[in-house]
């Protein structure tokens, strides 16, 4: 089991940026492929990217692709998911996760941070 921690979650504008980052610990993240989910309380967990695990293919939800950008840094145990042209649609609870293999399925991944909240104003 990997202990997953985001971090950089907040309070934008639209069209603005943020980047969410995602710490691992208890094993090293190069074993599993990763993803980013996010939530709202009136929708299910709702896939947003993933990448394999040595970060050579990348996955996104087609309501993200061209503003979103996932990424990984195996050496210092870290995943990252740089957001750009937010929109208040965004807004949501954002979950880093980590599986065996990559999925857009969250029954996938076995092991999931507790979030970090994103809010885009309009």
């Known amino acids: 089991q990997v202990q997953l921690i985001e971090s950089g979650g907040g309070l934008v504008q639209a069209g603005g940026s943020l980047r969410l980052s995602c710490a691992g610990s208890?094993?090293?993240?190069?074993?599993?492929?990763m993803a980013w989910f996010r939530q709202t309380p009136e929708k299910e967990r709702e896939f947003v990217a993933s990448i394999t695990r040595n970060g050579g293919s990348t996955y996104y939800a087609s309501s993200v692709r061209g503003r979103f950008t996932i990424s990984r840094d195996n050496a210092e145990n870290m995943m990252y998911l740089a957001m750009s042209s937010l929109k208040p649609e965004d807004t949501a609870v954002y979950y880093c996760?980590?599986?065996?293999?990559?999925?857009?399925?969250?029954?996938?991944?076995?092991?999931w941070g507790r979030g970090t909240q994103v809010t885009v104003s309009s």
């Open positions: 996760a980590a599986a065996q293999f990559v999925s857009i399925l969250p029954r996938a991944y076995d092991d």
């Open positions: 208890g094993r090293t993240l190069s074993n599993y492929a």
